[in-house]
């Protein structure tokens, strides 16, 4: 042996030394660009000419939905005339008084911002919605549409007529169903029956329903129900059949009045609003609270795995409208409608924190008025409909992280 | 409907045709002359019959290429208001000489939603000031207004104007606005002209009855009150003291408040003004442009009040009519009017000489361009429209000015940067 055994231990213990520093190095350094990662977030600037006027001289009412396609094409829909005051109707009054015309309720634009698909209302076999909440086109290409209206909003969608043949329109039924179209407005399914509640454990009635998914991994419809009731409820696709519900933290949903929101109080145990359930790529169900200002996340079976609170000092309406996911494979980030506070919210899905918000209360490209749907295309752009006095549909172009 | 009408009858009439002068050919004997003359007769019909087919037909040409001032929406100004401030229904703008845009609108008619942050229920948005002042970049330099010692702030804000002098004029149409008020451009209080709740109708000498809007002449100092809401009559007060000079009603009539009941676009036109009076504007060249607003119409007079024309604008409007206010081109001629129509969206373009539509644009909507109930309007010194709308409309919009285009359509739609096809 050329060394004795002292020296070789030596030499060991140093070599472990120089390991350990280097190891210690290299994991600050990764700790660095970790961090370094999470600073970073998707950015957006708004594209004030899309999409295209509207032909015809038609005008959009409260937009309570929109939704992009496989084709990148981008849907909405909003409640018409049901919405519009006479002075911004006054083409279809009798007589006629002016410009505009309610447009069709369900839009359908291409990445250009062109109208290139109308339709939408009454018809044989369904109950079209007195108040259209969300919408969305599912992986076969078919176009679901929640009905999320009260009485009340029959009696102002009331056709004008002269004084002396005017007559109280006949109370229509409370929205309680979502309807399942293709594509081209052609009617294929419908799920619930307008007037029909039964409250919350009903197993074939809704309550005023406000958003609508379709997981295409389990072709299963996720009903976010609603304004009514208090609970995510689960559908087959293609048949309509009950598949489960379940109310907050995955409970049985109870329907008694929880009064006005406390951010200070202890959380509510029950949802108060239910305005959105969407379904990620690794099988998570993002429920908005929208008036407990929370998005609670479950498994798809509704087991509940966390919450997370957006904004939570806001009461009136609440924060949490809609969510979309950022288009990423892992889709890193959420994005939140919150209509009371008027801008979206920029969430890490892992952790649910907010990262940043973008948007301003007002009438000016890129601000919000009841912006309460968002929606992201394959590009990573976001969609956003507004409802109240908004009105609009916008994009937000993605400008790549920052 | 007006919109029909187009240029092209006008145009017809231009062109003046020279008159035939006697021909005599040299070098003919006398004899045959009758008959040369007859000859030559006959061709110069011939050549005249053909040459006014020519004129018809060059007619329809030149009629597609009437000139008229075209502009483009920037839909990204102006620049998005500070403080998370939310305007309300915005019912007057104007130019000073600075060129700086200054628009009043009602914070009152803010939401408690759009209000959420004022409720403390949200952390957008709030009031803004009633009256805001722009640069011509769009920024927010100026801001003031509301409640003060000393005069009456009005129930419901209505109407702005800087005059000559720089100083800055409101009116208001709420239930007991009955005055004018004058202030500084920084907001310091100068003049009150009538008083709240003591309006005593169209031929009180003192009062005025819920004012839309004030236009201040600056060569004879005389203020023209378009009053209003109530009254059915314009006022000229002298700008510095207020004190009452003239006042007429349509036609120059005497004003009278009786009822009208509804506008009828086939009855015959009325004789007075519905309410409101909704603008009152001096041409450079001395003539005042009113806007009778319920009455779908122009009428024109002389600044003594003397009736000279007028002209109706879309006129099957019902409602709130279609002529809701004037802002003048800016070349010397003021040769083209704007009249913004909240009840149809749009604003026309107006040859001011023969009130005749050229064109239009404008449209139903919340996107840039579009308009729900454009309420306003006003003129830069480099041609640029400033609009303001109210109902829900509640924006301030500028139309650049790009010069003279031959018009291609009565009704342009929305006028977006590059066209929107």
């Given at each position: 042996?050329?060394?004795?055994?002292?020296?070789?231990?030596?030499?060991?213990?140093?070599?472990?030394?120089?390991?350990?520093?280097?190891?210690a190095?290299?994991?600050?350094?990764?700790?660095?660009s970790?961090?370094?990662r999470?600073?970073?977030?998707?950015?957006?600037?708004?594209?004030?000419?899309?999409?295209?006027?509207?032909p015809?001289?038609?005008?959009?009412?409260?937009?309570t939905?929109?939704?992009?396609d496989?084709?990148?094409?981008?849907?909405?829909?909003?409640?018409?005339a049901?919405?519009?005051?006479?002075?911004?109707?006054?083409?279809?009054?009798?007589?006629?008084?002016?410009?505009?015309v309610?447009?069709?309720?369900?839009?359908?634009?291409?990445?250009?911002?062109?109208?290139?698909?109308?339709?939408?209302?009454?018809?044989?076999?369904?109950?079209?919605?007195?108040?259209?909440?969300?919408?969305?086109?599912?992986?076969?290409?078919?176009?679901?549409?929640?009905?999320?209206?009260?009485?009340?909003?029959?009696?102002r969608?009331?056709?004008?007529?002269?004084?002396?043949?005017?007559?109280?329109?006949?109370?229509?039924?409370?929205?309680?169903?979502?309807?399942?179209?293709?594509?081209t407005?052609?009617?294929?399914?419908q799920?619930?029956?307008?007037?029909?509640?039964?409250?919350?454990?009903?197993?074939?009635?809704?309550?005023?329903?406000?958003?609508?998914?379709?997981?295409?991994?389990?072709?299963?419809?996720?009903?976010?129900?609603?304004?009514?009731?208090?609970?995510?409820?689960?559908?087959?696709?293609?048949?309509?059949?009950?598949?489960?519900?379940?109310?907050?933290?995955?409970?049985?949903?109870?329907?008694?009045?929880l009064?006005?929101?406390?951010?200070?109080?202890?959380?509510?145990?029950?949802?108060?609003?239910?305005?959105?359930?969407?379904v990620?790529?690794?099988?998570?169900?993002?429920?908005?609270?929208?008036?407990?200002?929370?998005?609670?996340?479950?498994?798809?079976?509704?087991?509940?795995?966390?919450?997370?609170?957006?904004?939570?000092?806001?009461?009136?309406?609440g924060?949490?409208?809609?969510?979309?996911?950022?288009?990423d494979?892992?889709?890193?980030?959420?994005?939140?409608?919150?209509?009371?506070?008027?801008?979206?919210?920029?969430?890490?899905r892992?952790?649910?924190?907010?990262?940043?918000?973008?948007?301003?209360?007002?009438?000016?490209?890129?601000?919000?008025?009841?912006?309460?749907?968002?929606?992201?295309?394959?590009?990573?752009?976001?969609?956003?409909?507004?409802?109240y006095e908004?009105?609009?549909?916008?994009?937000?172009?993605?400008?790549?992280?920052? | 409907?007006?919109?029909?009408?187009?240029?092209?009858?006008?145009?017809?009439?231009?062109?003046?045709?020279?008159?035939?002068?006697?021909?005599?050919?040299?070098?003919?004997?006398?004899?045959?002359?009758?008959?040369?003359?007859?000859?030559?007769?006959?061709?110069?019909?011939?050549?005249?019959?053909?040459?006014?087919?020519?004129?018809?037909?060059?007619?329809?040409?030149?009629?597609?290429?009437?000139?008229?001032?075209?502009?483009?929406?920037?839909?990204?100004?102006?620049?998005?208001?500070?403080?998370h401030?939310?305007?309300?229904?915005?019912?007057?703008?104007?130019?000073?000489?600075?060129?700086?845009?200054?628009?009043?609108?009602?914070?009152d008619?803010v939401?408690?939603?759009e209000?959420?942050?004022?409720?403390?229920?949200?952390?957008?948005?709030?009031?803004?000031?009633?009256?805001?002042?722009f640069?011509?970049?769009?920024?927010?330099?100026?801001?003031?207004?509301?409640?003060g010692?000393?005069?009456?702030?009005?129930?419901?804000?209505?109407?702005?104007?800087?005059?000559?002098k720089?100083?800055?004029?409101?009116?208001?149409?709420?239930?007991?606005?009955a005055?004018?008020?004058?202030?500084?451009?920084?907001?310091?209080?100068?003049?009150?002209?009538?008083?709240?709740?003591?309006?005593?109708g169209?031929?009180?000498l003192?009062?005025?009855?819920?004012?839309?809007?004030?236009?201040?002449?600056?060569?004879?100092?005389?203020?023209?009150?378009?009053?209003?809401?109530?009254n059915?009559?314009?006022?000229?007060?002298?700008?510095?003291?207020?004190?009452?000079?003239?006042?007429?009603?349509?036609y120059?009539?005497?004003?009278?408040?009786?009822?009208?009941?509804?506008?009828?676009?086939?009855?015959?036109?009325?004789?007075?003004?519905?309410?409101?009076?909704?603008?009152?504007?001096?041409?450079?060249?001395?003539?005042?442009?009113?806007?009778?607003?319920?009455?779908?119409?122009?009428?024109?007079?002389?600044?003594?009040?003397?009736?000279?024309?007028e002209?109706?604008?879309?006129?099957?409007?019902?409602?709130d009519?279609?002529?809701?206010?004037i802002?003048?081109?800016?070349?010397?001629?003021?040769?083209?009017?704007?009249?913004?129509?909240?009840?149809?969206?749009?604003?026309?373009?107006?040859?001011?000489?023969?009130?005749?539509?050229?064109?239009?644009?404008?449209?139903?909507?919340?996107?840039?361009?579009?308009?729900?109930?454009?309420?306003?309007?006003?003129?830069?010194?480099?041609?640029?429209?400033?609009?303001?709308?109210?109902?829900?409309?509640?924006?301030?919009?500028?139309?650049?000015?790009?010069?003279?285009?031959?018009?291609?359509?009565?009704?342009?739609?929305?006028?977006?940067?590059?066209?929107?096809?």
């Amino acid at each position: 042996m050329s060394k004795p055994k002292r020296s070789t231990d030596l030499f060991m213990g140093a070599g472990i030394v120089v390991l350990l520093v280097s190891l210690a190095i290299c994991a600050a350094a990764q700790r660095k660009s970790a961090s370094t990662r999470a600073d970073q977030s998707p950015m957006f600037t708004v594209d004030p000419l899309w999409p295209k006027p509207l032909p015809n001289h038609w005008v959009l009412g409260s937009v309570t939905g929109v939704a992009v396609d496989s084709q990148d094409h981008i849907w909405i829909s909003h409640r018409g005339a049901d919405s519009l005051g006479n002075n911004e109707k006054g083409a279809i009054l009798n007589p006629p008084t002016g410009c505009c015309v309610p447009a069709p309720q369900v839009l359908e634009f291409d990445q250009a911002g062109n109208l290139i698909g109308h339709w939408g209302g009454p018809g044989q076999g369904y109950d079209w919605p007195q108040s259209t909440g969300g919408i969305a086109v599912d992986q076969k290409g078919n176009v679901w549409i929640a009905a999320a209206g009260q009485p009340e909003a029959a009696a102002r969608a009331a056709p004008a007529a002269p004084a002396a043949a005017a007559r109280p329109a006949a109370p229509k039924p409370q929205d309680a169903q979502v309807l399942k179209f293709s594509r081209t407005g052609q009617f294929l399914l419908q799920i619930g029956e307008a007037g029909k509640t039964e409250g919350s454990d009903s197993k074939t009635g809704l309550n005023r329903p406000v958003g609508v998914e379709v997981d295409p991994a389990t072709n299963e419809v996720y009903v976010a129900d609603g304004f009514g009731n208090r609970r995510v409820v689960v559908f087959d696709a293609d048949t309509g059949a009950y598949k489960r519900h379940w109310g907050a933290y995955g409970e049985k949903p109870d329907d008694s009045n929880l009064g006005p929101y406390d951010p200070d109080a202890p959380a509510a145990k029950q949802f108060r609003t239910v305005s959105c359930a969407a379904v990620s790529k690794d099988g998570q169900v993002y429920v908005c609270d929208r008036q407990n200002d929370r998005i609670q996340v479950f498994q798809k079976d509704g087991k509940f795995v966390k919450e997370g609170f957006v904004s939570k000092t806001t009461k009136g309406d609440g924060s949490v409208w809609d969510i979309a996911f950022s288009n990423d494979p892992q889709q890193r980030y959420l994005y939140v409608a919150d209509g009371h506070d008027k801008k979206i919210h920029v969430l890490r899905r892992d952790t649910l924190e907010v990262v940043t918000s973008f948007g301003d209360g007002g009438r000016l490209p890129g601000q919000f008025y009841g912006v309460g749907s968002v929606a992201v295309d394959s590009k990573g752009n976001v969609y956003t409909g507004e409802t109240y006095e908004g009105k609009r549909v916008q994009k937000f172009v993605f400008k790549g992280m920052k | 409907m007006n919109q029909d009408i187009g240029p092209i009858g006008r145009i017809g009439q231009i062109g003046p045709i020279s008159p035939i002068r006697p021909i005599r050919p040299t070098g003919i004997p006398m004899k045959k002359h009758n008959i040369y003359i007859g000859g030559v007769l006959v061709i110069l019909l011939t050549a005249l019959f053909i040459g006014q087919n020519m004129l018809d037909k060059t007619t329809v040409v030149e009629g597609a290429a009437v000139m008229a001032p075209r502009f483009e929406v920037d839909p990204l100004w102006p620049k998005p208001l500070p403080n998370h401030w939310y305007i309300g229904m915005s019912i007057g703008v104007a130019c000073d000489a600075q060129d700086h845009v200054w628009i009043v609108h009602r914070p009152d008619t803010v939401s408690a939603n759009e209000a959420a942050a004022d409720q403390k229920t949200g952390d957008c948005c709030s009031k803004a000031p009633p009256i805001l002042e722009f640069d011509q970049a769009g920024n927010l330099i100026g801001h003031w207004g509301g409640s003060g010692q000393g005069y009456e702030w009005p129930e419901s804000n209505h109407g702005i104007t800087i005059d000559h002098k720089g100083n800055v004029w409101i009116g208001g149409n709420g239930t007991n606005d009955a005055q004018i008020l004058k202030f500084t451009k920084d907001g310091k209080f100068l003049a009150q002209y009538g008083h709240a709740g003591k309006n005593a109708g169209s031929n009180d000498l003192e009062n005025f009855g819920r004012v839309a809007k004030i236009f201040v002449d600056p060569k004879a100092n005389e203020a023209y009150i378009s009053d209003g809401y109530l009254n059915k009559r314009v006022v000229v007060v002298d700008a510095d003291t207020g004190k009452f000079k003239r006042y007429w009603g349509a036609y120059g009539n005497k004003p009278d408040d009786k009822n009208l009941g509804r506008y009828d676009p086939d009855a015959p036109p009325a004789q007075q003004f519905r309410n409101p009076v909704h603008c009152a504007e001096l041409s450079n060249d001395g003539l005042l442009y009113v806007c009778d607003r319920v009455n779908d119409r122009i009428q024109v007079f002389q600044p003594d009040g003397k009736f000279v024309k007028e002209q109706f604008i879309a006129k099957r409007s019902l409602a709130d009519g279609s002529v809701w206010d004037i802002a003048f081109s800016k070349d010397p001629q003021q040769k083209y009017i704007y009249v913004a129509d909240g009840r149809n969206q749009k604003v026309y373009v107006i040859q001011r000489d023969t009130l005749e539509i050229l064109t239009s644009f404008g449209d139903g909507g919340r996107q840039p361009g579009q308009f729900y109930g454009v309420h306003s309007i006003a003129t830069d010194s480099k041609g640029n429209i400033y609009t303001t709308e109210t109902y829900e409309g509640r924006r301030l919009q500028k139309f650049v000015y790009k010069g003279l285009a031959p018009v291609t359509k009565v009704d342009q739609g929305t006028v977006w940067p590059g066209g929107t096809k």
